[in-house]
Nanobody, 125 residues
């Protein structure tokens, strides 16, 4: 199983980025996908989660209304559209997958089965 996050970069406050998470080696449409981030010196925290099938979503309070998670099962890819970026969004962003037994969009960091390497997002003027 491989997950590859991409799309990070440097952007000014108020800007946008779209992260992608390309998956291989798993039945993608049966897995929940979560996005997480880790800022320097801080713990890895959940950003957003999307269930399989119905694509139900969940967001961390700090990103609600600004970030949108989505998935394209035909392309085995999940996305995180990030708008109105703030300096405090600066972090390494990771995607992760776990088999979806419940359809509930909950992606606890210690419960994910597969992780990809991160992509750096820097928001600075």
């Amino acid at each position: 199983v491989q997950l590859q996050a991409s799309g990070g970069g440097s952007v000014q406050p108020g800007g946008s980025l779209r992260l992608s998470c390309a998956a291989s080696g798993l039945a993608f449409d049966s897995y929940k996908i979560g996005w997480f981030r880790q800022a320097p010196g801080k713990e890895r925290v959940g950003v957003s989660c999307i269930s399989s099938a119905e694509g139900r979503t969940n967001y961390g309070d700090s990103v609600k209304g600004r970030f949108t998670i989505s998935r394209n099962d035909a392309q085995n890819t999940a996305y995180l559209q990030m708008n109105s970026l703030k300096p405090e969004d600066t972090a390494v962003y990771y995607c992760a997958a776990v088999f979806d037994y419940s359809g509930v969009p909950s992606c606890p960091p210690n419960g994910m089965g597969y992780w990809g390497k991160g992509t750096q997002v820097t928001v600075s003027s």
